[in-house]
Nanobody, 124 residues
Framework: QVQPVESGGGLVQPGGSLRLSCAASGFALDTDDIAWFRQAPGKEREGISCISRHDGSAYYENYVKGRFTISRDAAKNTVHLQMDSLKPDDTGLYYC?????????????????WGQGTLVTVSS
């Protein structure tokens, strides 16, 4: 079983956009609820978004709601995180991992993440 791999990070100016990808081979992402996590410099890792495996419903933490969009591409076995209106506080290492989506509530965040992460730096 091959762990998913994150990609798509980079350096972007405030207000810019990036699209992160969590791609897997030999591991079907559509059978799990999938989360994006981030770890800002000097801070604990935190879950920021979770997408349900059932109907694609999504949860976002308040500080990314309206700016970030999580989605699945089943044909490519990939989960994306579209990040718009980026702010310097969005800087960090972004990982994908598991979550348990709870309708109407905060997800249960998985204890482990997959891959080495992808670095996002928002700076002018």
């Amino acid at each position: 079983q091959v762990q998913p791999v994150e990609s798509g990070g980079g350096l972007v100016q405030p207000g810019g956009s990036l699209r992160l990808s969590c791609a897997a081979s030999g591991f079907a992402l559509d059978t799990d609820d999938i989360a994006w996590f981030r770890q800002a410099p000097g801070k604990e890792r935190e879950g920021i978004s979770c997408i349900s495996r059932h109907d694609g419903s999504a949860y976002y933490e308040n500080y990314v709601k309206g700016r970030f969009t999580i989605s699945r591409d089943a044909a490519k076995n990939t989960v994306h995180l579209q990040m718009d209106s980026l702010k310097p506080d969005d800087t960090g290492l972004y990982y994908c991992g598991a979550c348990t989506y709870l309708f109407g509530g905060t997800p249960e965040w998985g204890l482990e993440v997959w891959g080495q992460g992808t670095l996002v730096t928002v700076s002018s």
